[in-house]
């Protein structure tokens, strides 16, 4: 019943607005998306993101990007109430530094539409005394969301021990890396259509040896969502603060990861934490920014990784647990299985 009540308000409530309107969560698709390690680590990545989809959080994090550059992501959310998938990797053709593309699609399909199954007797338009809804005249409609993200990194202050050398390992010793990501959304919700463009900036730099920072305003000049009826939903900036650093523990082959943000708005933080024994195996726990505690396992090789996350919904909620699975795999793997070299 709470999830009928749930999906039927986050549908109809949508169709009301009929002006410009100042929204928190119209461009949530790209906050609720990210790959395994994202959603374990309670999506603290402003400074400690890597992987091809981690642009989400920080687009200066393209420069983290591994060999394992092409990631597919498959997320189940409220007992499978909300579905999406995303595909992410990088451009390199056209330019000599890469853009990172970033795809999502969500859905939310079997929403139900009671505006038209109140039998009033009292003609108030309100659910009184013996008053029910008719079954007979609820219908569903569903929701789907395309975003598109598009972005690129610069390195705007090298640091004198780099040089002209531009792997990961040394593009993070002191640079500072400015990003821009550039994203579009297309959100049909039942009969309606809406569309919008908006844009994050990021920086991220090295402090110390192990300790990484990084700043990030996502809907840097607002993010604008234009209806077909004329509704306008606008998102206003966020700024977001993140540190990161990783310590190897004495003795063992152990190393403990740790990262933090807070969202300076709303002074909500979101925090993880990351165990990688041997280089191979990665266990992951986190806090997102409302509170939701989430954990993970990922399993990494040197053109594979395959990782899980768990995100415990509030018992309070009755909506139930999410869960994400997401592959990543060096495409050069691919194409040598598809066209393995001659030999001479």
Request: hydrophobic fraction near 40%; glycine fraction near 10%.
């Amino acid at each position: 019943m709470k999830k009928l009540i749930f999906l039927s308000f986050f549908g109809i409530a949508q169709f009301s607005f009929s002006e410009t309107v100042f929204v928190k969560y119209g461009w949530q698709i790209f906050r609720n998306a990210g790959d395994g390690r994202s959603l374990a680590l309670g999506k603290a990545l402003t400074a400690g993101g890597k992987g091809s989809s981690a642009s989400l959080w920080n687009p200066a994090n393209l420069v983290a990007n591994t060999e394992k550059s092409f990631t597919y992501v498959h997320q189940s959310r409220f007992s499978g109430v909300i579905s999406s998938d995303l595909i992410s990797f990088p451009i390199h053709k056209f330019t000599s530094k890469p853009f990172g593309f970033i795809l999502i699609h969500e859905e939310v399909p079997g929403i139900p539409d009671t505006r038209y199954a109140l039998l009033d007797e009292d003609g108030d338009g309100k659910l009184n005394g013996n008053e029910r809804l008719d079954s007979k005249n609820v219908t569903e409609f569903s929701q789907h969301q395309w975003g598109v993200y598009l972005n690129r990194s610069w390195i705007i202050n090298k640091s004198p021990a780099m040089g002209s050398v531009l792997s990961q390992k040394s593009v993070l010793l002191g640079d500072v890396i400015f990003g821009i990501g550039v994203k579009g959304l297309i959100h049909q919700l039942g009969n309606h259509t809406g569309t919008g463009f908006g844009l994050d900036a990021g920086l991220r730099t090295l402090f110390w040896k192990r300790v990484q920072a990084g700043i990030v305003i996502q809907d840097v000049f607002t993010s604008w969502l234009v209806w077909d009826n004329g509704t306008k939903e606008i998102v206003t900036p966020r700024v977001s603060l993140g540190i990161s650093g990783n310590y190897d523990l004495p003795l063992i082959p152990i190393t403990l990861g740790l990262m933090a943000d807070i969202v300076i708005e709303t002074e909500e933080f979101r925090m993880g934490m990351e165990w990688t024994i041997k280089e191979n195996i990665q266990i992951r726990f986190g806090r997102n920014e409302t509170g939701i505690i989430s954990t993970g396992l990922g399993l990494v090789w040197s053109d594979i990784e395959i990782s899980y996350a768990l995100q415990f919904e509030p018992e309070v909620s009755s909506l139930g647990s999410s869960h994400l699975l997401s592959f990543s795999i060096n495409p050069k793997l691919i194409m040598s299985k598809i066209s393995p070299p001659l030999d001479n």
